[in-house]
């Protein structure tokens, strides 16, 4: 894997759209909602923003597109109601006289344009979009459409701007103790810990961020016959005896967007997809393979990033409650010395896992969408010069990412094993809370 690898990701691609308005082709439509999702992926790994960020960018805007979608079939409700602080939202001035599709597409844009640092990709996007609008279609149903997506776009950015976010930014930033047990900063970067104040973040569906702290905990204990020191040697041994289809498992979940890299005296970083990025990938990779209709592969978008966004502020939250040490501080301190892991360290606390947290929520909005035993190849990491992965199911897969992270040295088996239960039920709230009333079937 090169630099110039990871830079093969970065592609803007601008569908082409034969005519406007409800003659539009159907195909047109959903490779449309794909390929934003595709456009925001990329600008979210350009404009390197962190895991816990990246969630929130990959949410608002399929919220927005499926709100203005759904108004086609009263079979999918509005979220209004159901998402914390999401009230209610602007009906269209004439119903009849507005393309949803086209609204959809336009909300989408502009809520993905006041997320990302590259606005641009989003503005040029939207107007190559527009004007392919122009030739042959009715500029009134054109122009409502188009008003009528900016005016719900509006409404989810000033939903989304009181989630805390900005208050976040201002908070104080997490002060670590080299107190035995709690986390502290590790190589190579030895960098400040990560959003510490993610917890305090406007959940979507949850009651708070503390609704699914698990009950179990991984507690910090130095004796030989606890339970962490018993994973501390499992990690231990682990890393020590790493075959080729474990180390080719934690390799192809690594998803850092930041790896840094040193060699001699050049340090620079690699920049990948995100793991709520990964998450959505598969989202569409199932949409495409299943060539699923518009409505329901908004649907899907919208549950499976909501899902991922509830599994990470469920987990930060824990993560800065816990403040449980990492592997690799330990063991250097107190086993063995010249010990790394096979991949670089994150910098936040231990327990629980961002992987297995949101890998878990995602797969159970999936496995609802697409069945139990939905089998599929994942070609996520073809651009980062990595091979896909085929799985069996969802969860499969969603398994496969959290052990991951313990064959790459990083967490602790039985954090592994809690995380795991505590994204499936944050999955499934989020399934209980938003799916009462909407048809899922795919086929």
């Known amino acids: 894997m090169n630099f110039s690898a990871s830079k093969k990701w970065v592609k803007v691609f601008i ?4 005519f406007f308005g409800h003659t539009l082709f159907a195909q047109s439509k959903e490779k449309t909602l794909h390929e934003l999702n595709s456009l925001l992926i990329n600008a979210v790994m350009d404009d ?16 927005a597109f499926y709100e203005c979608i759904r108004r086609q079939d009263a079979a999918y409700p509005s979220l209004a109601g159901k998402l914390n602080g999401l009230e209610q939202l602007p009906s269209p001035a004439n119903e009849k006289q507005t393309d949803y599709f086209v609204a959809a597409a336009v909300s989408f844009s502009h809520v993905g344009q006041a997320l990302i640092g590259s606005e641009y990709k989003f503005e040029d996007w ?19 459409s188009v008003q009528y997506g900016k005016q719900l776009a509006n409404a989810v950015i000033a939903w989304m701007k009181k989630d805390n976010y900005g208050e976040t930014r201002a908070m104080m ?8 047990g709690r986390w502290q900063p590790t190589p190579v970067d030895f960098a400040a810990a990560l959003e510490p104040n993610w917890g305090y973040m406007r959940p979507m ?25 018993k994973n501390i040697m499992e990690v231990y041994k682990i890393g020590k005896t790493l075959d080729s289809v474990k180390t080719a498992i934690a390799w192809y979940w690594d ?10 005296h050049l340090n620079y970083f690699l920049h990948k997809i995100s793991p709520g990025g990964h998450w959505i990938m598969i989202t569409r990779q199932a949409c495409l393979e299943k060539n699923v209709p518009l409505l329901k592969a908004a649907q899907a978008y919208a549950l499976t990033s909501v899902a991922i966004y509830d599994g990470i502020i469920s987990c930060w939250f824990e993560k800065f409650q816990q403040d449980l040490v990492r592997p690799v501080t330990y063991i250097k301190k107190h086993i063995d010395e010249k010990w790394d892991p096979l991949i670089q360290t994150p910098p936040f606390p231990e327990f629980t896992s961002g992987h297995a947290v949101l890998s878990n929520a995602a797969a159970a909005v999936l496995t609802k969408l697409f069945g139990e035993n939905y089998s599929f ?12 992965r085929t799985f069996s199911s969802f969860y499969k897969a969603a398994e496969e990412s959290s052990w991951s992270r313990v064959y790459g040295g990083i967490h602790y088996p039985e954090t592994a094993r809690i ?4 994204g499936r039920l944050i999955g499934q709230y989020v399934l209980n809370k938003l799916l009462s009333q909407a048809e899922t079937k795919t086929k």
């Open 15 to 18: 569908p082409c759209f034969l």
């Open 48 to 63: 390197l923003f962190n895991p816990p960020v990246a969630s929130r960018i990959y949410t608002y805007p399929n919220i």
């Open 126 to 144: 939207r107007k190559q979009f527009i004007d392919s609008l122009k030739t042959g279609g009715d500029s009134i149903v054109l122009e409502n």
């Open 173 to 180: 930033r997490y002060v670590y103790t080299k107190k035995e």
């Open 205 to 229: 569906t949850l009651k708070n961020s503390a609704q699914f702290s698990p009950k179990q905990k991984l507690v910090f204990n130095p004796s030989k016959k606890s339970v962490f020191y």
């Open 255 to 264: 998803d850092n967007p930041n790896i840094s890299v040193e060699k001699g």
């Open 377 to 388: 190849t994942d070609n996520t990491e073809i651009p980062f010069d990595i091979r896909p």
């Open 419 to 422: 995380s795991i239960k505590q």
